[in-house]
């Protein structure tokens, strides 16, 4: 039996899809059978970052209203065989499916798949409800600035009021650097206004533009957000790993340089 | 049923009578006397409301939990909430308000016009507090670090004033 997790924020902009993308790959990474799919009806784009969107022939618009069956809609990832898109249609809108039919959706996927991600999309109407229809547990990504943080407020009041079983935080693009300088607010400060468990914290890394206009997610890779990312994919299978040093981002020889640079 | 009396006014004891002989004659059950005196109802009126105030003040109940952004909650009595209200967030109540935490939203007490209702909080960082008909609001550039200790909000001369939570503001308190 699958787990359904979606990823929400309320603010748009804060990574979900990233997120979305960059985890459930991971997860396939670490040999789980994970399906992907896209609920932000009308403004799809999680195909594009995982740069499937070639391959999208039916989608869940599709699925959802017989047209097609499940097994024809999901497109399978050009890099692991144990991971599954389901893509959003791009020509409707959100009121095109109802929670009721996301639950029937994701209650049959579970049968089949361990984890399912549902990408949510921003706001707090239709694709909210039905992201959040049948899910198990939920992910709220943020980043560390007083707007994100106050819809991220509303979304988990939302969620508690949903009785949703399980909330954590990603705390996302945060820069070290301005934290250090006071300029931003720092993870702890974010989690003492939200008051929820942590999940892991996403170091602001240049090499997601890069991965994202590539159309290959970055998990996994030797970058601050791979690891980042890889982190909080082995937290959700129940690991206990330890938040990253995201100070720790100079090599010995940018230092050295630094210095004299400096001069 | 009721009954009303009009044209002339009469005493209570002659409505007594009246009363009395409908009672023996007929099988009418008389259930009230509606008043029509303006200025009688208008007196009830006050008293009533100001009951109610009074009421409202002295009597409270508790909420736990943390009031997320776009919560709003409204009070027929004092409330003592156990947890935060954040940014975003709204209390209302008739009569006074305690966070036993931080309150970092929109308090509004004495909601019906109560100007001795106070807001009190752990952690006093309200957007907007409003007692009665007087508003406050926090200032636009944000006070560094203030000590973290309970304070109160009160109504006094028309404005509203927050101060540390000391024995000699506790006895300046009226319900």
Redesign the interface.
């Known amino acids: 039996m699958g787990e359904v997790i979606v990823v929400t924020s309320g603010k748009g902009g804060v990574g979900k899809t990233t997120s979305t993308a960059n985890i459930g790959t991971g997860l396939a990474m670490l040999d789980k059978k994970v399906v992907l799919i896209d609920t932000d009806i009308g403004l799809r784009n999680l195909d594009v970052v995982m740069g499937l969107e070639n391959r999208i022939v039916y989608n869940l618009v599709d699925v959802i209203e017989g047209n097609c069956r499940i097994r024809n809609a999901l497109i399978k990832d050009k890099r692991y065989p144990n991971l599954y898109l389901l893509p959003s249609a791009q020509t409707r809108d959100k009121t095109s499916v109802s929670p009721e039919q996301m639950k029937k959706l994701s209650d049959e996927l579970k049968e089949e798949f361990d984890y399912i991600l549902m990408d949510c999309p921003a706001g707090i109407e239709q694709g909210f409800k039905n992201a959040i229809a049948g899910a198990d547990r939920a992910l709220v990504v943020t980043t560390p600035e007083v707007s994100a943080v106050r819809d991220a407020d509303r979304i988990i009041g939302l969620l508690e009021a949903n009785e949703m079983k399980q909330t954590h935080l990603i705390v996302n693009r945060l820069r070290m650097d301005m934290v250090k300088r006071g300029d931003m607010m720092s993870s702890e400060d974010v989690c003492e206004i939200l008051a929820v468990d942590l999940i892991g914290v996403v170091p602001d890394d240049e090499n997601i533009v890069i991965s994202t206009n590539q159309g290959e997610p970055l998990v996994g890779s030797d970058t601050m957000a791979g690891h980042a990312f890889m982190n909080i994919c082995r937290r959700i299978i129940g690991e206990d790993v330890p938040l990253l040093d995201l100070t720790e981002k100079s090599s010995i020889f940018s230092k050295l340089f630094g210095k004299y640079r400096k001069n | 049923m009721a009954i009303s009396f009009e044209g002339r006014d009469l005493t209570n004891e002659e409505q007594r009578e009246i009363l009395d002989i409908i009672q023996e004659n007929t099988d009418m059950h008389i259930v009230c006397i509606i008043d029509n005196d303006a200025e009688r109802e208008e007196l009830f009126r006050k008293t009533l409301e100001q009951r109610l105030m009074e009421l409202a003040n002295n009597t409270g109940q508790f909420y736990k939990g943390?009031l997320?952004?776009?919560?709003s909650l409204e009070f027929e009595t004092s409330v003592v909430i156990i947890g935060?209200v954040?940014?975003?967030a709204r209390v209302v109540s008739k009569g006074n308000i305690i966070v036993l935490g931080a309150l970092k939203g929109n308090a509004f007490a004495g909601a019906t016009g109560n100007t001795n209702s106070f807001v009190v909080a752990l952690d006093m960082r309200p957007m907007q507090i409003r007692i009665a008909d007087t508003i406050a609001r926090s200032p636009d550039k944000p006070v560094k670090e203030e000590s973290k200790e309970a304070k109160i909000a009160f109504l006094e001369d028309g404005n509203i004033y927050i101060e540390p939570l000391t024995k000699s503001v506790l006895q300046d308190i009226s319900l």
Not at chain 2, 68 to 71: E, L, P, Q, T, V
């Open positions: 943390i997320r952004s776009g919560a935060d954040n940014h975003g």
